[in-house]
């Protein structure tokens, strides 16, 4: 039960431990904000998230918008495709870390989220297929050599998404998951993840994970509570990013629940992550000092440097 618990210390704690390294846009032209004596009027567009040791997320547009996200030094790319004005599809093949331990698996990830609206426009259901590979070590492969990358296992997953119908704010997001038998989902296992705010910025979120026997959602055997306070007033760098691509990015691995106040319009200086499951709850404190631009875009926090570039 304190397996989630553990893995999103680990992630908090790899990616913050890192200083921030100054680059170049993929023209060679230097990024915007990069120092305290530079600045940007006029739109601007959210680029690169990078630390010391690795690019965390390259964003590329097509226009005003966000086409694809390139999220880690092995290219990891997210295809973003739109109907009109909303996200309709995200397309994901590449590498990630599900287990927590601060590195990338090295066994492959693809999969696919498609996104429907109810009448009021506002985003309903996502739905994705996900399939795993494994890498063949079997002799004659080496590390040199490795062997190709095969399917081992493909899962179906529903998220119920609820917005408020008083503030349009996220409300929920009920999750049901399982491996796919002969092409229909087996869904096992459950989340329910609520969202409580003060002002416009998420104050607090609670995911309850559970089983499914039967058909029957069981009693949740995880129980976690993130909160964030001390926000600063000035402009969080994922407002330039869709609510949609926020929220699919949420998703990606159980441990990036963390990571809720990217869907706030300001940053929190201080969060806590709360095992609820012991009969004395387990909180562990993460705080950090943000630097801004000149046009108060906070440009560095939590050992993430965040870059701009004008559109």
Not at 41 to 48: E, F, Q, S, T, V
Not at 283 to 306: A, C, E, I, L
Request: glycine content about 8%; proline content about 5%; hydrophobic content about 30%.
């Amino acid at each position: 039960m304190k397996r989630l618990f553990y893995f999103i210390l680990l992630l908090v704690g790899v990616s913050s431990v890192h200083s921030c390294k100054e680059v170049m846009d993929e023209n060679g032209d230097p990024l915007v904000d990069i120092n305290g004596n530079s600045g940007l009027n006029g739109p601007r567009a959210l680029y690169r998230e990078i630390t010391d040791s690795d690019t965390l997320a390259t964003y590329y547009y097509n226009g005003l918008q966000l086409s694809k996200v390139v999220t880690d030094s092995m290219n990891s790319t997210a295809d973003i495709a739109w109907s009109g004005d909303k996200i309709s599809r995200v397309d994901f093949r590449g590498f990630l870390d599900l287990d927590g331990n601060g590195w990338l698996d090295k066994d492959s990830i693809t999969y696919t989220q498609q996104f429907t609206y109810g009448s009021t426009g506002r985003l309903e259901t996502i739905s994705e297929s996900r399939s795993f590979f494994k890498r063949s070590v079997t002799a004659p492969y080496t590390v040199a050599a490795p062997g190709p990358q095969t399917l081992y296992q493909k899962t179906k997953t529903i998220y119920g998404i609820k917005f408020s119908a008083a503030t349009a704010k996220l409300d929920s997001i009920n999750m049901r998951t399982g491996p796919e038998v002969s092409g229909a989902p087996s869904y096992n296992k459950y989340s329910k993840t609520k969202y409580e705010y003060v002002g416009d910025n998420v104050s607090k979120v609670t995911k309850f994970t559970g089983n499914i026997t039967g058909g029957v959602m069981g009693a949740a055997n995880e129980k976690l509570s993130f909160e964030y306070s001390n926000y600063d007033d000035k402009i969080n760098p994922f407002t330039l990013l869709p609510q949609v691509y926020k929220i699919s990015r949420l998703l990606t691995t159980n441990g990036n629940v963390v990571k809720s106040w990217i869907l706030s319009p300001n940053s929190p200086t201080r969060y806590s992550i709360t095992n609820l499951t012991p009969a004395i709850p387990t909180s562990v404190f993460f705080s950090t000092n943000y630097n801004y631009d000149p046009q108060t875009y906070m440009r560095k926090g939590y050992g993430v440097n965040y870059i701009y570039k004008p559109l």
